[in-house]
Each structure stands twice: as structure tokens, then as C-alpha cells.
């Protein structure tokens, strides 16, 4: 049992816990993720750390309530216990001085991209960030990465705050602007790294992203998160979760990760939220 | 009972296990064999002959003294019976339901160059179930307090063996397990419906109780390493950690959607429990009502196609690239899948899988097969007929063709030796890697092979631990 020091919303249906973990605190790198389940009938899930404090022995995640699993996370509060939490898995990013790298997160992406940032910009690189979201409310850890990167962008897609448009508009700006880009990081939807794989693939910029695939084990076991990069099939949860977002066949991710499209529906409808509207309304918006 | 001579033991038929009948047990999760009862294990006790030179033991990878406990079991004396085995065997309920003895020890019975063979797994599984539903597993005395400490990674059949000897032996053992429930295979891979995890669970909970400290959800490697396993205060480190990489076919169509590896399928259904979905969180593939193709001739393969069908599948079929002689599963396996409708296609080789414009699985491109000349494995090498190719409509396919050697170790422990195949070179008596200290045994050494032989190599390597703490001090 893993116990919650603090779960707080940081934006709508999106919930920051800080857990005890003192052993992955001090082994993670930026880039990995954990395996958790909620509870004894839970699946596992994986969820990148966003952050580690190795002083305190805890790691942070950051979690939008989607299906059943997230849901009944994020109705978990501080003092609360999480059944299974393994980690650190996967990869950690690749790290070095590039020059200039962008990293661009999308929604809560912004939360997995967040510790690479940090890490980019430790490892001496210019680093801007650009953060998008559906509208302000969904802008998430701005002010941290105000406090890392050495320029930041928000964007809302209904201009409700930031530059209105998609991260990709600023992108561009940035690119036209002929400013030196020796490397994007991108992480979010599956349509948005897709989208900034296609604005960076006619300029050659080295671009990167992390797959969000299904996994089960997480350690290499099962072969379920397989994805296809390059023409070849990889294993994400130990060959990656990043990987050059120029190879990646993202029709192939984004159709594997409707196997489970109708269970998921079904599990949502049996879970029994704190609060029934709740449930309602996400269910109608599903 | 009079004593019978050897001539009446003869005429005694081996005696059948009763089991559930194939038409209920297809519908349903709970154990096929259903066990001796008394009555009739005594019976089957009556046909060992107790050879003077008995020919059955050298067939047990662990030399069980299986005319000794044989014969208590004929005196009625069941629990002395399973003091006996545990001799040897530290798992006899679980070997008793999983070992393939038809080629190990049965193969080699006395009795069956005339008759059929004393039914040894029945009886071995009687004895350990007895013992287990009549008085607990029973505490051996342990030995006093070592101060040394041992740490296992895996808890599988290997690390499990290796665990309990130790502690008897006065060590401190910490088994670290990257799953979140112990047992490896015995959990996630083998069925309910062949091995009841009530019964792994009952072997873990005994090792908890002498003493075994169980660190569920660490993966080595990832969280500590195997140095750094030495370095915090560990005296050695037994490394058992399965094979667990699962092989595709690696044709044109792999990540349709319903394409899942055996290790997958199994995991989510047993380890997860996807068969009791939404009761459970974990989905898998519907099955009902829909035609399903298990490729591969192994126990892996039968335990899916099972499932499959448990699951409500209207065609479960086995696609095996040669014939029913060259299948590797268990006779018994083969047998039970077989009462439970599933259908064998031999001599077929998948080409290609093919799906809808939406990435869904919808068929399997064979091609027919013949046999060549024996190979390397002394089997007969499948040869493909040119122009043989059909298609079978299929909506879920499951890839059971073995396991390589996972790699997270190997990455993280690089000063061990290791096969081109990234299997662990040990000295095979001690079990010893070329690392001081460290030592590995189970299907991270042997490829995928057996729970008994990875059991085995647990208690070798157990021995040798204990050897060299003793004289590490
Ligand atoms: C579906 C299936 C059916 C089978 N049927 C039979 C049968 O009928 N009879 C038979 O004799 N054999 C059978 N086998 C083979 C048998 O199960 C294996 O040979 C045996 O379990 C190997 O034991 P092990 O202890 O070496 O490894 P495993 O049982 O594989 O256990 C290894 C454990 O180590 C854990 N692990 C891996 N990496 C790490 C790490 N880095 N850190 C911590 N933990 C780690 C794994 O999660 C796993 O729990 C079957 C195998 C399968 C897959
Ligand atoms: S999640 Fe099982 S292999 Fe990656």
C-alpha cells in the first residue's frame, strides 16, 4: 500500500497526488513512468512521474479522470492509499546538450513532459516550453515551467487564454521566425504529436514523443504495448515510452488503443463516483 | 488388506482421476481433474510393485523416492507419505498437477512396460492435497539465525524452492517479485482450471510464515540493481526471473487489434481476472460467439486455446506448423482440450494475418505444411507445399511459441555471462553465474522448460548458497 501525502485538482477533472515512494523517488529519471493499481479487482495502468522530491521519499503524478481506473483515482484524497505502485519503468529520456529544444506538451501531456524539461535545461540547453489546452482552464504547470524554461508559450484552442490556436501554430511561428530548434519534445493526444511529427518532419528537426500505448506488466512481459516504429515492432514499456516521433506509426497506436473502447464505456457506467453527476456527465461526453 | 503378490498387483488397472465433465467444465473456470479419493489412491498404491532397483526415480528431475511414499500411501499413512516426498519436492501439490510425468517418471515405471505405468502424478498430488486440506501445510523446524541475507528476484517455482530451503537454513530471504501477486508462471500463466491459485497462495503464505520477507511490485534493475543488491547488505542473490519475453511470428499484420501474445491473453485472464469483467477492471477480447486461433503445440498454447473456449469461443482451434507426434504439450493436455471441442489443424504455418480497414483481426493466411528430414531438434522439419495457401476467417489470435529471455537484467547486471539467446551461464551443479555471489536457476537459464526443473535449480542453487556463506565469513 503507497500512501497519498497530498491529491489536489489542478484543473478540471485533473488531479496531482504526491505518494510515498522513497525507492523510486531516488532511482527515477525523467522520462519514466510508474504501474499503478487502484485497488485489489484494479488493472494496472502506467503513469509517468512528473516529478520526485528525494528528500521526502515521494513521487508526483498528475491524472485526468477518463475511464473507470483514473476516475477512481482521482476520487482517492490525501491520506489515502494506492493497492500497487511499480516503478521506475521504461527508458529515462535521452538527455544531452542539443542546443535549443522545445518541449510541447498537450492537456496533461504538459505533466509528462514537465521532468524532461527540467532535465533538458539542467543538461544545458535553451529550453522553451510551449503548453497547450482545450481553454485556460485546462492550462496546467505553466508556473513551473516558467520557473525552468528559459521561454514559455501557452496556447488554448478557443483563445480563451495565451496565444489563441494549437501548439503547432506556435511552433510554426517559431520555426518561421527561423529561430535555431535543435530539438522538439512532444507529448500529448495522439492527433497532436502527430500533427507536430508533420510540421517538423519538412525542416529535419529532430523530434521526439512518448506513446501512451495499453500495457498490463510494464516490464516486457506480455508484448500487449506493442507499437510499430520504423517498420518494426518495439516494445514501448521497455524499448521506450519515447521514441523519434519521424518513425512512428500513430494509426497503428490510436487504433490499438480502441481494443477496449466499449469495456472501458461499460466499466465507467458500473463505477460509482462520489458523485453520481459527475458520472453522468462524463459518461454523455464519452 | 492381504499382501498381494506382484502377479495380483498386475491385474489391478490403473486407476482413473475422476474430473468434471467436459461439457460442464468448458463453460466454466473451476479444476478439470478433480483428485484421487482415498479409496482410490490406495488402490493405485496396491500396482507399484516396489522394484528393487526402481527405474522411476532417475526419471524425476528431483529423484523424489517415489516407491517410499508410494508404499505409506498403500499403508494408509498419508501424511508420513508427504513428509516423504518433501525430501525432495518442495511443491508437490503443484508438480503433482503440472509435471509432465508420462515422460519423466511414469515413462519409466516398471509396471507400464506391460501395463499402463502407477499413475506417480495422481498419487503425488493426493498426498499434498491431503496433507494441505487435513492439517496445513506443515512448519519444518528451522535452523537458528544465520544473520546472513539472501536476496531471490522472482518468485516463480525457482525462486519459491530456493526460498524455503534457505530460510530452514537459518538465512534471512527477501523475495522480490516485479508482479504485484507471487508465484510467477503458477499465477499468471497456468489456468485455474489446471492449477487452483488457492494452492500457490497456500505454498506463499506458508514461506511467509517461516519467516520469507516478499517485496511484491520491485522490478530488479529498474528499482535496485543486482549490485546494488550486494552492496546494501545482501550475502548473495539468487537470480530467477523466468524466461518472460514472449516470441511473435513476426508476419504482416502482428498489431491488428486481437492479435495478443499467450503471455498476454493468460496474464489478463488469470493474473487479472479479465473473465470476471466488470466485477474485475481488466478487459479482455469477447470471445463468445467468435472463432479463435491458438498458434503453437505447447502447454502454453493448449492452457489458451482452453481459455478461449472457456471464455465462450464457438471455434477454438490449435494451428501447429507439424504433426500431433511432434507436439511438445502434455499428453493429458492434449487429451483434455480435445473432450472440450477444440479443434487441431497440424501442418499449418500462419503467412499473414488480415484485418478490416479498422485495424480489426478477421482472418489468418495458412499455408499446409509437410515433413522433411529431422532437424536440429531430432523432429521432423516442417516443409511448405507451394501453392497451398488458404485463408482462415479468425477474429482473435493468440502467438504461443515460446519466450525469450527478458532483457532488463542482462542491461543492468552486464558483468554476468550470458547465451547469445541472453540466458544466464551457470555452473549446472551450483548454479553459480560467473559473478561472486550471485547464482540463477529456472527458465532464465534453461529457456522455457519446466516448473520441476526450475524447482530444482532452486534448491541446487539454495545448497550451494548456503555452501558459500558459510565459508564467506
Ligand atoms: C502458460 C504456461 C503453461 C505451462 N505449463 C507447464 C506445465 O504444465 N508443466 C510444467 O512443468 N511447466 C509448465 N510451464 C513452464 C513453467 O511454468 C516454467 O518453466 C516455470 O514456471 C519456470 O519457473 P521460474 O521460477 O524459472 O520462472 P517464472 O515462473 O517465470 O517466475 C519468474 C518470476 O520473476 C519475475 N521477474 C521477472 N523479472 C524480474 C525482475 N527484474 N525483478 C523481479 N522479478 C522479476 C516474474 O514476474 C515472475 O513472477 C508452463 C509455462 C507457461 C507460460
Ligand atoms: S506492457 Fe507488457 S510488455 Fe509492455
Known sequence: ?286 | MAKLSNKEKMKIPRQAMPEQDSAVRRNNFEEVNLGFTEELAKMEALRCIQCPKPTCVSGCPVGVKIGDFISLVAEGEYLKAAEKIKEDNMLPAICGRVCPQEEQCEVKCIVGKKNEPVAIGRLERFVADFERQHVGIREPKLKSKTGKRVAIVGSGPAGLSCAGDLVQMGHDVTVFEALHELGGVLIYGIPEFRLPKEIVKAEVESLRKLGVDFQPNTVIGMSDTVDELLSDGYDAVFIAVGAGLPYFLNIKGENYNGVYSANEFLTRVNLMKAYKFPDYDTPVFHVKDKNIAVFGGGNTAMDAVRTSKRLGAKNAYIIYRRSDVEMPARKEEIHHAKEEGIEFIYLSNPLEFLGTADGWLNGVKLQKMELGEPDASGRRKPIPIPGSEYILDIDMAVVAIGNGSNPIIQKTTPDLTYTKWGNIIVDENTMKTSKEGVFAGGDIVTGGATVILAMGAGRKAAAAINEFLNCSN
Open chain 1, 1 to 286: 500500500m503507497y500512501k497519498i501525502v497530498s491529491a489536489e485538482f489542478i484543473a478540471p477533472n485533473v488531479k496531482k497526488f504526491i505518494i510515498e515512494a522513497p525507492k523510486i523517488a531516488r532511482k527515477r529519471q525523467a522520462g519514466q513512468f510508474v504501474i499503478i493499481r487502484v485497488n485489489d479487482n484494479g488493472e494496472r495502468i502506467p503513469l509517468t512521474i512528473s516529478d520526485a522530491n528525494i528528500n521526502e521519499g515521494t513521487i508526483t503524478i498528475i491524472v485526468q479522470g477518463i475511464g473507470k481506473t483514473t476516475k477512481e483515482l482521482n476520487d482517492l484524497e490525501s491520506g489515502e492509499y494506492i493497492h500497487d505502485l511499480v516503478g521506475p519503468l521504461g527508458k529515462p529520456s535521452h538527455i544531452e546538450k542539443f542546443g535549443t529544444a522545445i518541449s510541447i506538451g498537450g492537456g496533461v501531456g504538459t505533466a509528462i513532459a514537465y521532468p524532461t524539461a527540467v532535465a533538458l535545461k539542467q543538461a544545458g540547453n535553451y529550453t522553451i516550453s510551449i503548453i497547450g489546452g482545450r481553454s485556460k482552464d485546462f492550462v496546467i504547470l505553466e508556473d513551473e515551467m516558467n520557473k525552468v524554461c528559459d521561454e514559455v508559450f501557452v496556447t488554448t484552442d478557443d483563445g480563451s487564454y495565451g496565444y489563441p490556436g494549437f501548439v503547432t501554430t506556435k511552433l510554426q511561428e517559431l520555426i518561421d521566425a527561423k529561430r535555431k530548434i535543435d530539438l522538439v519534445l512532444a507529448i500529448g493526444p495522439i492527433p497532436m504529436m502527430k500533427a507536430v511529427a508533420e510540421v517538423t518532419r519538412k525542416y529535419k528537426i529532430k523530434t521526439v514523443v512518448s506513446l501512451n500505448p495499453i500495457m498490463v506488466d510494464g516490464t516486457g512481459m506480455c508484448g500487449g504495448c506493442r507499437a510499430t516504429v520504423d517498420n518494426k515492432t518495439v516494445f514501448v514499456c521497455v524499448d521506450g515510452p519515447e521514441f523519434d516521433a519521424h518513425k512512428v506509426d500513430f494509426e497503428t497506436l490510436e487504433r490499438r488503443n480502441r481494443t477496449y473502447r466499449e469495456d472501458e464505456r461499460l466499466a465507467l457506467e458500473t463505477h460509482t463516483c462520489k458523485s453520481e453527476t459527475a458520472v453522468l456527465k462524463t459518461a454523455n461526453e464519452l
